[in-house]
């Protein structure tokens, strides 16, 4: 069954308390459904700022886009999810990654790990949100009976991780080198990782919505000098690749809400995140699809 689309947006700036209030009224008229923060050290706090969005709105739902789980003990974390839908009256979801910035974790005096390790951590993390939050005697009680979760990455084991725990799984179209820099993922690889990522899932009885997040949205931009933009750090791909990425939206309102419904029957990405300077910009795509 085609899922309904999604679209959320991703903040990465509050300013004062009356902007972020404007903002985020602002994402509720121009449709978006909902509204997100990142989890990064120089960032504001992500539970704060989500619930403060929530008493701004009305309808869009709130979510972290993604927790860096090397931030966050389990127990702590459960206790921050219950009390943040608490405070949201149900309308959270909550957004896990494994971390790939070093800098942050040397910054936060964490340990960062090697890849296996922090994958380790991300899979505890969970496994154990999840069964504290359904203990009925875990207190706070959240008021979402099943919290959604989302889980972001890109590698075959996060994959099959989050095959087995997340109702939402967030690709991004790339991955990250031993440097912490982006790569690209070719269309075809993209396909290949949503594949390996739906035979994870087996025979789960309600399949995962998958999320994609999009990196350039220009309504009416020229395709090539935009997908050149696109390739400032990911050249290993030439222009034709990335002309039909999800990571790359232009055209018109109507061209870029067709490329979306493409990508919906081909990767079967229903759920798309558009980052804060396209808030205004990705608006009439959002028009363009509703009730889509």
Same mark, same amino acid.
């Given at each position: 069954m085609t899922r309904p689309?999604?679209?959320?947006?991703?903040?990465?700036?509050?300013?004062?308390?009356?902007?972020?209030?404007?903002?985020?009224?602002?994402?509720?008229?121009?449709?978006?459904d909902v509204v997100l923060v990142p989890d990064h050290l120089g960032m504001p706090a992500p539970f704060p700022a989500l619930v403060a969005a929530a008493e701004a709105t009305e309808r869009p739902r709130v979510g972290t886009f993604v927790l860096n789980a090397g931030f966050w003990n389990p127990a702590l974390l459960a206790r921050e999810v219950a009390s943040t839908d608490l405070l949201t009256d149900g309308r959270l979801e909550l957004g896990l990654g494994a971390g790939y910035v070093q800098a942050e974790h040397d910054g936060a005096g964490l340990p960062f790990g090697s890849p296996r390790e922090r994958v380790d951590h991300l899979e505890?993390?969970?496994?154990?949100?999840?069964?504290?939050?359904?203990?009925?005697?875990?207190? +706070? /009680?959240?008021?979402?009976?099943? &919290?959604?979760?989302? *889980?972001? =990455?890109?590698?075959? @084991? %996060?994959?099959?991780?989050?095959?087995?725990h997340a109702d939402i799984m967030a690709f991004t179209g790339g991955g990250t080198g031993p440097d912490g820099q982006p790569r690209p993922l070719a269309p075809a690889g993209l396909a290949e990782s949503v594949a390996a990522f739906r035979?994870?899932?087996?025979?789960?009885?309600? +399949? /995962?919505?998958?999320?994609?997040? &999009?990196?350039?949205? *220009?309504? =009416?931009?020229?395709? @090539? %000098?935009?997908?050149?933009?696109?390739?400032?750090?990911?050249?290993?791909?030439?222009?034709?690749d990335f002309l039909d990425h999800p990571s790359l939206l232009t055209g018109s309102a109507k061209e870029i809400a067709d490329s979306l419904r493409a990508h919906r029957k081909h990767y079967g990405f229903s759920y798309f995140t558009i980052l804060e300077p396209y808030l205004e910009a990705f608006a009439p795509v959002i028009e363009e699809l509703q009730g889509s």
């Amino acid at each position: 069954m085609t899922r309904p689309f999604r679209f959320g947006v991703n903040m990465l700036d509050i300013g004062t308390r009356a902007a972020w209030r404007e903002k985020c009224r602002k994402a509720e008229a121009l449709g978006y459904d909902v509204v997100l923060v990142p989890d990064h050290l120089g960032m504001p706090a992500p539970f704060p700022a989500l619930v403060a969005a929530a008493e701004a709105t009305e309808r869009p739902r709130v979510g972290t886009f993604v927790l860096n789980a090397g931030f966050w003990n389990p127990a702590l974390l459960a206790r921050e999810v219950a009390s943040t839908d608490l405070l949201t009256d149900g309308r959270l979801e909550l957004g896990l990654g494994a971390g790939y910035v070093q800098a942050e974790h040397d910054g936060a005096g964490l340990p960062f790990g090697s890849p296996r390790e922090r994958v380790d951590h991300l899979e505890r993390t969970l496994t154990e949100v999840r069964r504290l939050l359904g203990d009925p005697e875990h207190g +706070p /009680a959240a008021v979402q009976p099943r &919290v959604p979760l989302l *889980a972001g =990455g890109n590698g075959k @084991r %996060v994959l099959r991780i989050a095959a087995q725990h997340a109702d939402i799984m967030a690709f991004t179209g790339g991955g990250t080198g031993p440097d912490g820099q982006p790569r690209p993922l070719a269309p075809a690889g993209l396909a290949e990782s949503v594949a390996a990522f739906r035979a994870f899932e087996g025979d789960r009885a309600e +399949p /995962a919505e998958l999320n994609f997040l &999009v990196q350039i949205v *220009a309504v =009416g931009g020229d395709p @090539r %000098v935009k997908a050149r933009e696109l390739m400032g750090y990911r050249e290993e791909l030439g222009v034709e690749d990335f002309l039909d990425h999800p990571s790359l939206l232009t055209g018109s309102a109507k061209e870029i809400a067709d490329s979306l419904r493409a990508h919906r029957k081909h990767y079967g990405f229903s759920y798309f995140t558009i980052l804060e300077p396209y808030l205004e910009a990705f608006a009439p795509v959002i028009e363009e699809l509703q009730g889509s």
